[in-house]
């Protein structure tokens, strides 16, 4: 049973702090992992993709990767009030046939 | 582009109704998906379509849940006879591939009475 588990929160961090959110998967063969972001009442929204070990910045975020570890982090920098949102990490398989699989998201709570 | 359309956005249903939820996925993807949302479970997949197949619908809760893509740019999700546990928020989505990043849907939520 392919696994990816997360904190759930809530997170709570200061306007203009890091927040740092972190996954952990079971099946070593992953290739692509995810990041989205889902607002109270809302679709969940892709807000950044990792492929390869290190980190990828966009913006004020950054994803890093560590395959050997099996960990994916979200770190927004210049938290927001407007990032408050549960933050889903998603994995996905070795073969082109198997889904993603999603944690079940860390709520992050951005305060002013 | 279009992103994917589901309708309805709301419905509410008296328990042993039947419910059909519609999904049009964005145009080029070949993998679409149903997903149930709650606060007690969170995002789970139902079941999932490449090419308009049904590979695995083990998330499917019952037999009372059934789901047809009869073609590329459509799909249903039926629930029959719906119940009050049925009540959540019902996410479609597509991907290129099934392990490529998938693009959501608005979603339909649910209440059944």
């Known amino acids: 049973q392919k696994e990816v588990e997360q904190n759930s929160g809530p997170l709570s961090v200061p306007e203009g702090a890091i927040a740092s959110l972190n996954c952990t998967y079971s099946d070593r063969g992953s290739q692509s992992f995810f990041w989205y972001r889902q607002y109270s009442g809302k679709s969940p929204e892709l807000i950044m993709s990792i492929y390869s070990n290190g980190d990828k910045e966009d913006g004020r975020f950054t994803a890093q990767l560590n395959k050997a570890s099996q960990y994916v982090s979200l770190l927004i920098r210049d938290s927001q009030p407007s990032d408050s949102a549960t933050y889903l990490c998603a994995v996905g398989g070795t073969s082109g046939n198997t889904p993603l699989v999603f944690g079940k998201g860390t709520r992050l709570s951005v305060i002013a | 582009d279009a992103g994917v359309i589901q309708s309805p956005r709301h419905e509410v249903t008296e328990m042993g109704q039947e419910v059909t939820l519609r999904c049009k996925p964005i145009s080029g993807h070949n993998s679409l998906f149903w997903y149930r949302q709650t606060m007690m479970r969170g995002l789970e997949l139902l079941i999932y379509?490449?090419?308009?197949?049904?590979?695995?619908d083990s998330g499917m809760p019952e037999d009372r849940f059934s789901a047809k893509m009869p073609n590329a740019s459509f799909s249903t999700l039926k629930i029959q006879p719906s119940e009050p546990r049925d009540s959540a928020v019902y996410f479609c989505?597509?991907?290129?591939?099934?392990?490529?990043?998938?693009?959501f849907g608005p979603g339909t939520r649910l209440t059944v009475t």
């Open positions: 379509f490449n090419n308009n197949v049904p590979i695995d």
């Open positions: 989505a597509s991907s290129y591939l099934a392990r490529d990043e998938q693009y």
